[in-house]
C-alpha cells in the first residue's frame, strides 16, 4: 500500500509569489490497483505526484510504501520503488540512442556503471520479447534511434522501460496528452496490458475523464488541493464527472 500523511507543500515561500499547493493532504492507494486523479490546471495533481517521485520533497508529512518511509529519500533511490512515464515522449527515454542501447539503460537501472559493455549480447531476445506484446515491430529495428521514432512508439517503449524492473508502483502523468486519439487509445490500451500482468499499482493523472473511468479501478478529484470526489469507478460513469466539473467551475 502506498500511503501519504499529512502532506504539505508551498512554493516560494516567504515571498509575494508564495502559494501553498498542498496542506494536510492524506490518501491511501490499495496495492494493484489503478487510481486515476483528475482535476484542472493549478489544482495539484503535478505537485502530488513530483512529491511520491521524489523529484521535490514535501515540507511536512509523509509518503510510505508497504510500510517503508520514503520522505526523505531522493528520486534516483525512490525509482527502485517508483518509476515514471512523462507527457512528453522523449523524456523517459534517450533520443539520441538506439532502442536496445535505451533497453540496457532501463534494464541496468540502479546499477553499478563501469567499463564493462553496457550492451549484454545475451539479453538482446529477452529485451525482444518485451517488445513484442506491443505489436510495433519494435523488435525488429532494436538498432534504430529513439528519436526516429513515432510519439506512440516512444511512449510505449517507455512504458516497458518503466516497467522492465517491476516497481512496486507506476506513475503515468499525463502519458498520452501528446498523442493524437487514434494513437492515444493504442497507448492507453498497451498500458492496461501491462499493468495487468505486472499487477503493479498504478496513479495516472489524465485530463481525458474517459480514460479515467475506462482504465482505472478508483477516480480522485482534486480542487485547490484537496480531495474533491474519491469514488470506485464501478460508482461513476461520464456523465457524472462532466456534470461535477461544470457545477463546480474546476474547468
Known amino acids: 500500500m ?4 499529512n502532506l504539505s507543500k508551498t512554493y516560494n515561500k516567504g515571498t509575494d509569489m508564495e502559494k501553498q499547493i498542498l496542506n494536510d493532504f492524506s490518501l491511501k492507494i490499495e496495492e494493484k490497483t489503478t487510481l486515476a486523479i483528475i ?31 520514503l520522505s526523505n529519500i531522493k528520486e534516483r533511490k525512490r525509482s527502485k520503488y517508483i518509476a515514471r512515464v512523462y507527457q512528453d515522449p522523449s523524456m523517459g527515454v534517450c533520443p539520441s540512442l538506439t ?7 532501463a534494464d541496468n537501472k540502479n546499477g553499478v556503471y563501469n567499463l564493462s559493455p553496457l550492451i549484454k549480447r545475451d539479453r538482446i531476445n529477452y529485451y525482444k520479447d518485451l517488445l513484442r ?12 534511434k ?17 516497467a522492465m524492473k517491476n516497481p512496486k508502483v507506476l506513475l503515468l502523468d499525463e502519458h498520452t496528452a501528446a498523442l493524437d486519439p487514434k494513437t492515444s487509445k493504442l497507448v492507453m490500451e498497451k498500458t492496461k496490458d501491462l499493468i495487468r500482468e505486472k499487477s503493479t499499482t498504478t496513479i495516472m493523472i489524465t485530463h481525458k475523464l474517459a480514460d479515467a473511468l475506462n482504465y482505472a479501478d478508483r477516480v ?23 456534470n461535477l466539473y461544470k457545477e463546480k467551475e474546476i474547468q
Do not use: F, W
Open 2 to 5: 502506498l500511503e501519504i500523511k
Open 39 to 69: 482535476g484542472t490546471n493549478g489544482c495539484g495533481k503535478s505537485t502530488l505526484m513530483n512529491l511520491i517521485g521524489g523529484n521535490i520533497l514535501a515540507d511536512a508529512g509523509s509518503i510510505s510504501l508497504d510500510g517503508k518511509d
Open 99 to 105: 532502442i536496445l542501447e535505451n533497453m540496457a539503460l
Open 133 to 144: 506484446p506491443l505489436d510495433l515491430n519494435l523488435e525488429n529495428i532494436m538498432d534504430r
Open 146 to 162: 529513439v528519436k526516429e521514432l513515432s510519439g506512440g512508439q516512444r511512449q510505449s517503449l517507455s512504458l516497458v522501460m518503466a
Open 220 to 242: 480522485v478529484m482534486l480542487k485547490d488541493g484537496h480531495i474533491y470526489l474519491d469514488k470506485k469507478t464501478k460508482d461513476l460513469n461520464l456523465d457524472d464527472l462532466e
